[in-house]
């Protein structure tokens, strides 16, 4: 693996969705659980351990790299701070594929804690690095 970054959804349903990259592959990987805030702490519980929420694989799939076709920058939001001495900017991201898929890149507006955006930043320029 050369890279991977996982983002957390915790609506009425709680959906997780990962990204993994390897030198050739892009990974995906998307659950939803039916409960609200499915976290870590949620799963470990005494008494989740014993009655865990359905959960449904929305998605699970692994495409070559070579065959994204193009990588879109989808919507430039607001300002939200200036970190290091730059703005940043909340940005929606996709990537299309050959046989016609479009996936949705991890979603900056969601995005609060600066680690968690310094994560996904470095998990969309690795992409960009290895798209051919």
């Known amino acids: 693996m050369v890279e991977a970054f996982t983002e957390y959804e915790p609506a009425e349903s709680t959906t ?3 990204f993994l990259l390897t030198a050739a592959n892009l990974v995906f990987v998307s659950i939803r659980y039916d409960t609200d805030h499915y976290d870590r702490d949620e799963e470990s519980s005494p008494w989740r351990r014993t009655n ?5 694989i929305n998605a699970a799939w692994s495409r070559p790299l070579r065959t994204i ?3 879109h920058v ?3 939001g607001d300002t939200v701070g200036n970190e290091f001495g730059q703005a940043w900017f909340r940005t929606t ?3 299309s594929f050959a ?5 949705a890149l991890p979603n900056e507006q969601r995005i609060h804690r600066a680690g968690v955006r310094a994560q996904a930043a470095k998990f969309i320029t690795t992409l960009r690095s290895l798209i051919v």
């Open 16 to 18: 997780w969705q990962s």
């Open 52 to 56: 865990p929420p359905a959960m449904t």
């Open 69 to 71: 076709t193009g990588f």
């Open 74 to 76: 989808t919507e430039v």
């Open 93 to 95: 991201s996709h990537l």
């Open 99 to 103: 046989d016609g898929t479009v996936l």
